[in-house]
């Protein structure tokens, strides 16, 4: 029996959301990930240190673990203060703040409708070393749903790169080998994290044969050459790009329907997946460096003292999980995935 025991990994890109279905979200990530970045794009989005202290209190009253801390972020708005980056700093339980470009994704109406609207939040935040973490997708209708990641690469995030160096960013979820490119040439202060969907799929799997929605999220999925560039980046053993699942549930209707909501759950199966993937490139050996090591080291954070195993042996995915009184379909769904976590 093949196993793999590496230190215990962190999620530097959930969405828990909340209510109802926290419970739910907060058993499924808190599984085997020591600490968990939790994406405030709430209604309402988590705007300041009190609502952020208020949303961290709902996850822990449901966290049943020891290990398991939440990480909060700060929702940027044309509105934040550089007060409020100070505010969170001292708080002691928010570790960044996101920038979501106003209309490119999931509850992102409150978020930032021009770049240059934040720029003296950027610059308490390159005072207070606190992380910027970015949606990196324009939002012009004039620019294709496929080229949105790099355009945002091109127009907004050259510049701010150029006119903060000292801010450390992380491109979230990056989808093509043009944001693998950016970052490999940025400085030390310029990171990436990858999704185990964007690894593992292309937009063949979303539109081949019938469209499946459960394949539908944002950035949308890419042709297969930037699949290709990002599993390669994500196996090379660069420090720049580390583990961040972008689990991003939303209810089985609100998925299966005419207009149908960007996100896909894998916190059901997070490092399972992205086992496959390394295993695949005859890269497991670089699995710990991306899961366990380089989140914490660009984040300024211990790595784990304590480890997980691993076990290649196959399960069946359900159909649907509980998600609140309602389900969510996982990816895999009534498939198998390959490895377990003991
Ligand atoms: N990734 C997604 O497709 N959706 C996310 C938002 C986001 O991370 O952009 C969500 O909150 O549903
Ligand atoms: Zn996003
Ligand atoms: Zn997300």
């Known amino acids: 029996m093949t196993t793999l025991t590496i230190t215990r990994p962190d999620d530097w890109h959930v969405h828990l959301r909340d209510g109802e279905v926290l419970k739910d979200t907060v058993r499924d990530t808190g599984r085997y990930f020591g600490r968990a970045i939790i994406m405030p794009n709430l209604v309402p989005p988590v705007m300041n240190a009190e609502q952020a202290q208020e949303y961290f209190d709902r996850i822990q009253a449901v966290n049943e673990t020891e290990h398991f801390q939440p990480l909060m972020v700060l929702y940027l708005t044309d509105n934040t203060t550089a007060q409020d980056i100070k505010d969170c700093k001292e708080s002691g339980i928010v570790y960044a703040a996101k920038l979501y470009p106003a209309g490119a994704t999931t509850n992102s109406a409150s978020g930032v409708t021009d770049i240059k609207n934040i720029y003296p939040v950027l610059e308490a935040m390159q005072a207070e070393d606190m992380p910027l973490l970015l949606h990196g997708e324009v939002t012009d209708n004039d620019i294709d749903i496929f080229d949105r990641e790099k355009a945002y690469i091109d127009r907004i995030l050259t510049p701010v790169v150029k006119d ?179």
């Open 164 to 342: 903060f160096p000292n801010l450390r960013i992380v491109l979230e979820h990056i989808t093509t080998k043009n944001a693998v490119d950016f970052v490999n040439n940025a400085s030390e202060n310029v990171a990436a994290t990858i999704t185990a969907h964007h690894l593992l799929f292309n937009r063949n799997h979303m539109l081949v044969g019938g469209i499946r929605p459960h394949y539908f999220c944002l950035p949308v999925l890419k042709r297969n050459t930037h699949q290709q560039a990002l599993v390669e980046a994500a196996t090379s053993g660069s420090t720049k790009f580390f583990l961040g699942t972008d689990s991003a549930p939303h209810t089985k209707a609100n998925k299966e329907n005419a207009c149908g909501c960007a996100g896909a759950y894998t916190a059901h199966a997070a490092i399972e997946l992205y086992a496959e993937v390394f295993e695949q490139e005859n890269a497991l050996d670089k699995l710990e460096g991306f899961a366990s090591f380089n989140g914490p080291d660009f984040y300024k954070l211990p790595r784990h003292t304590d480890s997980i195993t691993l076990v290649k042996e196959s399960w069946d995915v359900p159909a649907t999980m509980p998600f609140g009184n309602d389900v969510v379909v996982p990816i895999r769904a009534n498939e198998q995935i390959l490895w377990q976590v003991k």
